[in-house]
């Protein structure tokens, strides 16, 4: 692994931490500066890695460093980082990870700190005491802010502790069967073939199949032919749960990428889908989706809360609405939320959630259906909004969750049955005497 790859290491995670900006966005844009498969994985590896395990690597470095380096040096210290990440949890030969991470300070212009780097390196070689972290405070044991581990302990008392754990494990990689083009059945066939490890968890959602590594997933069978799609299997839970009927009209109205939107109409072929997203950006994925699929819906780009500049007058049957959330149930899948997630975000995120469920209500039919779904474990945004919307709605009941639920709410934790954390209320508009 080369001393380029080091350093870009070092600068993805500076722009997340420091500036702010999404690993989604800026990983990417760094493989691309690299030719080989898996050198693009082993960047991806290194940058999931200290963002999951930031606060040790800092504690760490305060026992080491008189002051972290500040300003126009700041990539030099995540460059710090990246080498006690890899001398600490990866299989890379210590010699190799501290003369590439060494040479790598010269490329982000710290030719001057090579020897602190390289002396801070050593340190963290010849001493494991300094992984002890038993004293030290919950976000250092368990590498979350404080603020979460607090929301958590909070709403999950006997569980937190759970949650955290499960948010530090790799997720697994879930697809979800295409039905319209092969069975699922035919397509673990295929995957066997290929010798890939493959299992089928739900014996009600036997679209939902788990790898057992990640993979490339345009290197699977099938890909070109839209034979599946990347999905945890929590959210396929979705379309199972919304449970549409064949001629009915149904908005997705917050559907970016079109995970949800594809498989509905996958479930349910005669639909009729009105796919919305007021990110016309990421309303480009929808069409890929639904292309490569060969699938068909009506995608608009517009906001769910402007009505007049969309909505034709047509009440819809049954609504999806997957409200943009914290985020905090899919902390292990993207592990630079809890960095860049910040305790003010939430009361905010809770009325605007508010706020699209009370104007998409107007937009159902009478005896309609409404799923509520967020990828949040945090109640405000899940089970106390779902009864603040009961009380203030008096034509809206909840109705029982089936096949995967007994109960009329669902809160599926992180890693529960290697699923994300999500919540499902499925909302039923009374008809009027």
Same mark, same amino acid.
């Given at each position: 692994m080369s001393a380029q790859l080091r350093a870009l290491a070092a600068e993805t995670c500076f722009q997340v931490v420091d500036q702010g900006k999404s690993l989604s966005d800026v990983l990417p844009k760094a493989q691309q500066q690299l030719y080989a498969a898996p050198d693009k994985a082993l960047l991806q590896e290194i940058c999931f890695g200290v963002m999951r395990t930031l606060p040790q690597l800092e504690t760490v470095c305060q026992q080491l460093m008189s002051k972290p380096l500040i300003k126009q040096l700041r990539p030099?210290?995540?460059l710090i980082y990246v080498g006690i990440y890899q001398l600490q949890?990866?299989? /890379? %030969?210590?010699?190799?990870?501290?003369?590439?991470?060494?040479?790598?300070?010269?490329?982000?212009?710290?030719?001057?700190?090579?020897?602190? /780097?390289?002396?801070v390196l050593r340190n963290v070689q010849r001493q494991p005491a300094l992984f002890d972290f038993s004293a030290c405070s919950d976000a250092v044991q368990f590498n979350h802010p404080g603020w979460i581990i607090s929301a958590l302990q909070?709403?999950? %008392?006997?569980?937190?502790?759970?949650?955290?754990?499960?948010?530090?494990?790799?997720?697994?990689?879930w697809l979800r069967v295409n039905q319209q083009q092969i069975s699922p059945t035919a397509f673990m066939a295929e995957l066997t073939k290929a010798e890939i490890s493959c299992s089928q968890p739900f014996a009600y959602l036997p679209v939902a199949i788990k790898l057992e590594q990640a993979r490339d997933i345009t290197l699977l069978p099938g890909y070109a032919e839209g034979w599946f799609s990347v999905q945890d299997a929590a959210a396929q839970h979705a379309a199972l749960l919304l449970n549409a009927d064949p001629g009915e009209k149904v908005l997705d109205a917050c559907c970016a990428p079109g995970g949800k939107t594809c498989h509905l109409l996958e479930q349910t072929p005669a639909l009729s889908v009105t796919?919305?997203?007021?990110?016309?950006?990421?309303?480009?994925?929808?069409?890929?989706?639904?292309?490569?699929?060969k699938l068909s819906a009506r995608v608009i780009a517009a906001d769910v809360l402007d009505i007049d500049s969309w909505w034709q007058g047509e009440l819809f049957d049954r609504i999806l609405l997957d409200v943009p959330c914290s985020a905090t149930g899919v902390i292990r899948r993207h592990p630079d939320i809890r960095w860049l997630r910040k305790k003010a975000d939430i009361a905010p995120l809770v009325v605007l959630q508010q706020h699209i469920l009370q104007q998409a209500w107007q937009l159902l039919k009478p005896g309609g259906s409404l799923?509520?779904?967020t990828c949040s474990v945090l109640p405000a945004e899940n089970a106390e909004q779902i009864q603040r919307f009961l009380t203030e709605q008096h034509d809206a009941e909840l109705q029982q969750l089936a096949p995967a639920n007994s109960g009329v709410?669902?809160? /599926?934790l992180p890693g529960e049955q290697d699923m994300d954390g999500f919540f499902f209320a499925l909302l039923h508009k009374k008809t009027t005497d």
């Open positions: 030099l210290q995540f949890f990866m299989r /890379i %030969p210590d010699h190799a990870a501290i003369s590439e991470t060494v040479e790598a300070a010269r490329s982000l212009k710290g030719q001057n700190l090579t020897k602190l /780097i390289n002396g909070q709403a999950y %008392p006997e569980h937190w502790q759970t949650i955290l754990a499960a948010n530090q494990q790799k997720a697994p990689l796919a919305l997203d007021r990110d016309a950006k990421r309303l480009e994925r929808v069409h890929q989706n639904l292309d490569r699929l799923l509520y779904a709410s669902w809160q /599926i």
